[in-house]
């Protein structure tokens, strides 16, 4: 009988250890299915650990890491950068967040990779200069959070088809930010002019001519030029002119600008994810991009009082993703052509 | 080193975690995930893989992307999220759209006048669908909606920056002598149907509401030089600036021209003088005093020439040309206040001034010299001549004639709006008019008229496809003494925020002005030929010193106020055929006029009072289709009108023949075209070049036709500093036939213009 008791006792401690487990394991697998029904692309990212140089605003930065959270499928680790801190393990990104955090790891932390979210395409390139930008070194890129000027553009024209000239306004100093836009806006059958502004006493007399020409304003991220200032002389001149503007951020729309594209913080987060996998795969970075896509924030009051037919937001992002494909593809088309042709030359 | 967990912590929900607000260079407390006891770790893993399922599957309905303007603080000197940017176009700066107007408008943009090479103010007029625009006497224009007098046109409302232009008791439009230059014009307003209930009587057939370009946006300095056939030369230069506290402007421009050039008189085609030399002074200005509360400062002063034929002027024949001397001036100030983004009110208040002196020479055949003696004699207010030496009449009579005039007007208005809700608005306001005339001519001296008024138009929109709008305005006036009630009722079916269909009802009124209704009109003889200098000289020439009188005279008749009710349907829409916009507006209308002063007003012939009703009906069409070169703007108007006698069959005993009852119908059809319209084109070309042209066309005016096509080309040059133009512009007259008067004449049916432009 003991023997029996002992087999049962046995049995039943077995079966206890045996539920136990498969208790776990289903508890686990229910897990994993979970995991793999919600996160179709999510579950090969690993990111073993980063570190995080904020922007002084913590809920900005908590937000954008959930979201980078929420692309990896996992918790990630992160460590902040306490400024007391020397010693930093030299084969561990930092991402930073905001321009100033960027300034600071650039000239703290010489010997760390460098990830920068939040910042323009402008103010990297003049504070990276030092790094080398060879593909296989890259030590330091960013996800640049300012919209491409050409997106704008298109904006502009998915809102008002039939636009064509697009007014541009620049100091002196900032006549560069526009350069790569003029030499991209002819294939999509636009072209702009840009008028120089050499003092603030000049921007209205410059802004007057420039609603002559165009047949709307594309403001860039130029804060010497559209600044919270300014914005209400620019945005009610362009307004009594009949005139859109387009631009610079997202938060002039409210202000009165008609339309802007902007990065939501999921792309950005995208974009960074996919940026530290190629570090933790590769050991480099790839090169500094803007994130996969944009949204379009639109006044709809403005344009309705403007007497400007608006599409839906979702339209002119769809839009504008449709033109700039389109583009893409037959430029491919032309370097295939020139690649065959320059091969069947002897 | 401090490793901050972001996932979830046992007791918080999932949306606390996400806000998480750990700080990141906290104290390490937490523990580092990868190390977490085995007892942990099922755990762990049950927790994190229920909130991620959750998380994952509610995060698509979180909106994706920047919607932080609620959670997060803007972060300083960053932009995207930037500090104070102050909300520009709020609901009170924004425009009616189209679609919620309640009634049909045209709106009329400076660049398109521009573009088109249109030369003189009154000739814009021709692009609105339903007006048309002609010459009458010495080449003064007139234009007006729907037809009607050519004469005196003061049967719409015609504002520059809501300040009243035409004048104040002649109720005349002086559109040569408007001191608004075409290069400030930002754009011009025009309310076709009777308008009253907001703009009060006077809005009889419609307003026209020029508005100037802003201060703000005339910055820099602008120089223009236009020059071209029949001696017509034009200058305007402006110079402005905008800064913190104040944004003004400054410009000057001068108009020369010289009008037709011939005219037909007794058979013969002669010289016409009837030109203009006008110069013009104003200043336009901003004070910002705070950033609820600014001020506009206006003023201006009109100096110079208009020219008048001797052929064309009085009853007595002038022996040279009585060119009118032309000084106006005027002030307007306009106080702005802005408590709340949704409550603005303004008071208005302006004075104009204008003083006009025309003089000139007559010599009265010996022939004629004598009747007019029997006509003084018997003229019981004659008395005071001396007739027993006005027996005979041995040479002609030589004098000096006047028609000097001033008159100012003094007018106050204030006007309030008040977005009650998302779905209501309220404008109201009150307004107070007082003119002052002088004329030794047309009033015997001075005199003043009153006028004030109360009005108020309120919107309810109860869903977002349906506004109402109901309005009206109680106005009280001098010239009659009586008070009036025009309302306006409007529903207005918006589809997609694209198309419109409205319904609109309206009444107005238009009262006699002063001149009508108390004329006092004489012409007072100075310098009289020494022959009858002591008889006459002095001696005021009234309508009753004259014999001939075939017509029935309606001097004294007391006149009353004009009535009109308007049914109109219109419809406006919106396509976007890609990649262009076409835009159409149709409007239909059935009008009743009731009780319309009929007849002329002439020293010698009297014959005005209530004594025509009109009833019009037709429609109107405004279309443009604009491409990203291209643009197209088509306007039809089809008018027409069936006028009716009404008025009494006698006065004082004497009867109407049927003549002059039919002629009091045909004076009230003369600019009562049944066809008009304009169709534009305009395109541009590569290297800044714009091609312009425009064909314009008026049917059944006075039995002729008016068709011109315009063509304009020009060329600009951006520099980033500069802007320059120069143009070039013909106009082709296709029909060689004058319009509307015979004296209207041009000698060659082709006209130049040579356009300059530097902007900087």
Redesign the interface.
């Known amino acids: 009988m003991a023997i029996i008791d002992r087999s049962l006792s046995k049995v039943g401690l077995f079966r206890t250890a045996y539920f136990i487990a498969r208790g776990r394991v289903v508890v686990a697998l229910f897990g994993l299915i979970l995991m793999l029904v919600a996160g179709a692309a999510r579950s090969d990212i690993t990111i073993p650990l980063i570190y995080v140089v904020g922007s002084g605003n913590d809920v900005l930065d908590n937000y954008l890491l959930d979201q980078v959270r929420q692309v990896v499928g996992q918790e990630v680790p992160i460590m902040p950068v306490n400024e007391s801190e020397a010693a930093l393990n030299p084969d561990v990104p930092i991402v930073t967040i905001g321009p100033s955090a960027f300034t600071t790891a650039l000239g703290r932390y010489p010997q760390s990779p460098i990830l920068a979210t939040l910042i323009s395409q402008e103010y990297y390139r003049a504070m990276a200069s030092a790094r080398s930008d060879k593909k296989s070194e890259r030590t330091v890129s960013a996800v640049y959070y300012d919209v491409p000027l050409l997106n704008q553009a298109l904006t502009g024209k998915a809102i008002l088809p039939q636009a064509r000239r697009i007014a541009l306004l620049a100091t002196p100093k900032s006549t560069h930010l526009y350069s790569e836009l003029r030499s991209q806006l002819p294939k999509y059958n636009l072209e702009a002019q840009m008028f120089v502004v050499n003092s603030s006493s000049e921007l209205i007399p410059a802004l007057v001519r420039a609603l002559y020409y165009g047949d709307f304003v594309l403001a860039a991220q130029d804060p010497s030029i559209y600044n919270p200032s300014t914005i209400k002389h620019i945005l009610l001149t362009a307004y009594r002119r009949n005139i859109m503007v387009i631009g610079p951020s997202q938060a002039y729309v409210k202000a009165g600008s008609l339309a802007s594209s902007y990065a939501p913080y999921s792309a950005v987060a995208q974009t960074l994810v996919s940026a530290l996998q190629q570090w933790f795969q590769k050991g480099f970075f790839p090169e500094p991009t803007y994130p996969t896509y944009f949204n379009v924030q639109i006044n709809e009051q403005v344009g309705r009082s403007l007497n400007i037919p608006l599409p839906s937001e979702d339209s002119v992002k769809q839009q504008v993703a449709e033109l700039l494909r389109e583009q893409a593809m037959s430029a491919t088309k032309d370097a295939a052509a020139d690649a065959a042709n320059s091969g069947i030359l002897p | ?7 979830c912590c046992p007791s918080g929900t999932w949306v606390d975690s ?9 104290v390490p407390h937490q523990t ?3 190390r977490a006891p085995p007892a942990f770790g ?1 755990f762990w ?2 927790c ?3 909130l ?2 959750i ?3 509610v ?1 698509p309905a979180l909106a ?3 919607d ?2 609620d ?3 803007p ?1 300083p000197g ?12 709020t ?1 009170t ?7 919620r107007v309640p009634g049909s408008t045209t709106v009329i ?1 400076g ?1 398109l006048i521009r573009q088109l090479g249109i030369n003189s103010l009154v000739e814009i007029f021709r692009l609105v669908p339903g007006m048309v625009v002609a010459e009458v006497g010495s080449s003064t224009p007139v234009t007006t909606y729907h037809g009607t007098a050519h004469y005196e046109q003061r049967r719409m409302q015609i504002m520059i920056d809501g300040r009243t232009a035409h004048r104040a008791t002649l109720s005349d439009m002086d559109w040569q002598s408007m001191p608004v230059a075409l290069e400030l014009i ?2 011009i307003e025009v309310s076709r149907g009777p308008n009253s209930a907001a703009y009060g009587i006077n809005a009889f057939l419609g307003s026209i509401n020029i508005i100037t ?2 201060p ?6 602008e120089l223009r030089v236009m020059s071209g056939s029949r001696d017509y030369r034009r200058t305007f230069a402006s110079i402005g ?3 913190e506290d104040i944004d003004w402007r400054l410009a000057i421009e001068k108009r020369v021209f010289g009008g037709f050039d011939y005219q037909k008189e007794d058979g013969e085609f002669i010289p016409f003088h009837d030109g203009q030399n006008l110069n013009f002074l104003t200043f336009d200005s901003r004070l910002k005093l705070k950033p609820d509360f600014n001020i506009e400062l206006r003023a201006g002063v009109t100096d110079g020439v208009n020219e008048e034929d001797q052929y064309k002027t009085g009853y007595f024949p002038a022996q040279a040309n009585p060119d009118i001397d032309v000084r106006d001036y005027y002030l307007d100030s306009r106080f702005n206040f802005i408590p709340s983004a949704d409550h603005f009110f303004h008071v208005q208040v302006s004075f104009e001034n204008f003083k006009r002196r025309q003089r000139w020479p007559i010599k009265l055949p010996t022939e004629d010299v004598l009747p007019l003696f029997n006509g003084i004699c018997s003229n019981p207010a004659g008395s005071s001549v001396n007739c027993s030496n006005l027996n005979t009449a041995p040479e002609s009579l030589s004098a000096n004639l006047n028609a000097d005039s001033e008159d100012s007007r003094l007018e106050l208005e204030l006007q309030d709006t008040l977005v009650l809700s998302d779905t209501t608005k309220l404008v109201s306001g009150l307004g107070y008019r007082h003119d002052t005339y002088r004329s030794e001519t047309f009033s015997n001296g001075r005199g003043t008229s009153e006028q004030y008024r109360v009005f108020g138009n309120f919107e309810y929109s109860p869903t977002n496809w349906l506004t109402f709008n109901g309005g009206g305005n109680w106005e009280h006036t001098g010239t009659t003494g009586q008070g009036y009630f025009s309302p306006r009722l409007a529903a207005n079916l918006i589809f997609n ?2 198309h419109a269909l409205r319904f609109v009802y309206s009444e107005a009124v238009r009262t006699p002005d002063s001149f009508e209704q108390n004329p006092d009109y004489g012409y007072t003889l100075r310098n009289v030929n020494a022959a009858y200098a002591d008889e006459l000289e002095g001696y005021r020439l009234t309508i009753n010193d004259l014999l001939e009188k075939n017509y029935v005279n309606t001097l004294g008749v007391h006149l009353t106020e004009e009535k009109i009710r308007s049914h109109e349907i219109s419809y406006f829409g ?1 396509f ?1 055929v ?4 076409l ?1 159409l507006e149709v409007r239909g209308f059935r009008d009743e006029m009731r009780d319309m002063i009929g007849g002329v007003i002439q020293f010698e012939e009297w014959n005005i009072d209530n004594s025509v009703d009109i009833d019009q009906k037709g429609f109107e069409v405004e279309g443009s289709v ?4 291209t643009t197209l703007r088509l306007s039809y108007g089809y008018l027409d009108q069936e006028s009716r006698y009404s008025g009494p069959d006698s006065y004082d005993g004497k009867k109407l023949s049927a003549e002059e009852k039919g002629n009091k119908l045909a004076w009230l059809g003369r600019l009562s075209a049944r066809h008009s319209g304009s169709i534009v084109a305009i395109q ?1 070309l590569p290297w800044n070049i714009t091609a312009a042209s425009a064909f314009y066309w008026a049917d059944e005016f006075r039995n002729s036709q008016f068709e011109r096509l315009d063509i304009r080309l020009a060329k ?1 040059l ?1 520099q ?4 320059a133009e120069l143009a070039f512009v013909m106009q082709h007259y296709l029909n060689r036939e004058y319009d509307l008067s015979s004296d209207n004449n041009i000698a060659d049916h082709n006209q130049f213009f040579v356009e300059a432009g530097l ?2």
């Open positions: 080193m401090a490793v901050t967990n972001y996932s996400l806000l998480a607000t750990t700080s990141l260079q906290a580092i995930l990868r099922g893993l049950f994190s893989a229920t991620l399922g998380t994952v599957s995060a994706d992307g920047n932080l303007s959670k997060v603080e972060l960053f932009y995207g999220f930037n500090d104070d940017i102050p909300e520009v176009l609901t700066r924004l425009r009616q759209p189209k679609t943009e660049n930002e754009r370009r802003d703000a946006d005339t910055a820099g300095a600036d905008a800064t925020n694209q919106q976007p890609s990649p262009a916009l835009t604009v491409f990203p070169s541009r600009q951006i980033p500093r500069y802007t902007r900087f």
